[in-house]
């Protein structure tokens, strides 16, 4: 009997949904049924399934004979779901089942109809209640105030000039308490956000990097989650991000006085002024001359801007920074690419590759493993035939939303600006066949 297995990455806390799936008692082993009886899984099926390991072993289970697979380190089992399904009873007369149909039918249209007028209800006595309530506290206020005025002039008389002062104090007292609960309610937001988020293999080094104040440099494809690495860096840190893309001239980086006089301030000077993560992404893209200003505050720790004059690097200022290359000069994917000169490079503590993770790609396609085993596959195929062309995180995320035609998702998504021929070359070598992203790309080549 066929069952659906949900498996938990212990730490990343990804949760992965394997279908087709049989367990023994001890809910330990699973067994695969395999696309070719008489061969066991080869290691390429194994990178992509990274919650299985081999056994070597086949058992049978009603009548076929399948692969058992253990489970990996790392991993458990988070549930397990399957068999069949006991019919509902209906009723014995034939027009039950339509009259209870209608009624419910009836009772969603009712209800559609309402929404708008319970959520319009329920909006302006939030409304009412938040002007009362602002009202009552300007009231006190503004008693507050007045009997302090008397308290100053001498006109006293029976004041009670703590009680004003109580009065003052608890209106304070209650706007910060209202302002610290949405700054409270929204960092559990955002750390609900952060926790159901993959991250890169690497992103525990460059976390511990940055924090302590190295400056980092990530390269990788084009689309791989660079930008997104860094911000997330920042988030998890704490600090205010600053993003900046490909620096062509100095006043870029420094900022320039206008003709007015005035200071026009870039990413950069807040970042450096008022502390920050500094992002710049297609490093590797920028001119010798705007790097040598981030040369030079990077290694005396201040720098003297136009029109203020010097500022002192915050405490809290990081730079980290992101290309396609290694900063050595272009290769035949990435052709704009520039050497940049060694002290520009030497300013950077540490280098890592971003590439493609299959954990990070799982989340992006919501767990479906059939379409990120479709686009790795394609990638190997892609690097086969020597074709210069990417597919990346953001070819993933669209063949998922746009799924319900398969053909024309390839033709935009995957095979975005390919020939024809080139589509067939990189079909051929595609060894999901029982995938239906490959088999629908093959029917198109």
């Known amino acids: 009997m066929k069952k659906i297995l949900l498996v938990k990455n212990v730490e990343s806390g990804n949760v992965v949904k394997i279908t087709n799936v049989a367990m023994t008692d001890s809910n330990v082993i699973v067994y695969f049924v395999p696309t070719m009886p008489d061969k066991q899984p080869t290691a390429k099926y194994f990178k992509q399934k990274p919650m299985f390991r081999p056994t070597g072993t086949t058992e049978t289970v009603d009548g076929h004979e399948l692969m058992a697979l253990g489970l990996a380190d790392g991993w458990t089992i988070e549930s397990m779901t399957g068999g069949e399904r006991k019919p509902r009873e209906r009723r014995k007369t034939k027009e039950a089942p339509k009259e209870e149909a209608q009624r419910e039918e009836e009772t969603k249209e009712e209800s559609h109809e309402n929404e708008p007028k319970k959520e319009a209800k329920k909006e302006a006595k939030r409304e009412s209640k938040k002007e009362a309530t602002k ?98 860096i920042a988030r998890d840190l704490g600090l205010k991000f600053y993003g900046q893309t490909t620096i062509q ?64 690097a915050h405490e809290n200022f990081r730079f980290m920074a992101a290309g396609n290359t290694t900063m050595t000069g ?8 520039q050497i940049i000169d060694a002290s520009s490079r030497d300013r950077f503590a540490s ?49 998922i939303n746009r799924k319900e035609d398969r053909k024309a998702t390839l033709q935009r998504g995957v095979f975005k600006g390919l020939h024809m021929d080139e589509i067939r070359i990189i079909a051929s070598k595609l060894q999901t066949t029982g995938n239906a992203w490959t088999k629908e790309a093959r029917r198109l080549a």
């Open 330 to 337: 272009a290769d035949e994917q990435y052709v704009t690419g």
């Open 351 to 399: 280098m890592y590759e971003i590439d493609y993770d299959h954990d990070v790609e799982l989340a992006i396609a919501h767990g479906d493993e059939e379409a990120v085993e479709f686009v790795e596959d394609v990638r190997h195929a892609i690097a086969e035939s020597g074709i210069q062309h990417v597919v990346s995180y953001r070819a993933t995320a669209y063949m």
């Open 135 to 232: 009202e009552d506290a300007d009231n006190e206020l503004d008693m507050a105030r007045a009997l302090l005025q008397m308290l100053k002039s001498g006109k006293t008389g029976a004041v009670d000039e703590g009680k004003v002062r109580e009065i003052v104090d608890q209106y304070f007292a209650d706007l910060c308490t209202e302002a610290e609960g949405q700054a409270k309610v929204q960092k559990i937001k955002r750390a609900k956000e952060a926790k159901n988020e993959s991250r890169c293999k690497n992103y525990e080094s460059i976390l511990r990097d940055v924090q302590d104040g190295y400056n980092v440099y990530i390269y990788g494809p084009a689309g791989s989650g660079k930008s997104h690495t860094a911000e997330q």
């Open 249 to 312: 001239f100095a006043h870029d980086v420094r900022g320039y006085g206008d003709a007015a006089g005035n200071f026009v301030p870039t990413p950069f000077f807040f970042a450096f002024r008022d502390g920050g993560l500094y992002f710049q992404d297609e490093y590797d893209r920028s001119c010798a001359e705007a790097a040598i200003v981030l040369n030079t505050a990077l290694a005396n720790g201040y720098y003297d801007f136009p029109v203020v004059g010097r500022v002192e």
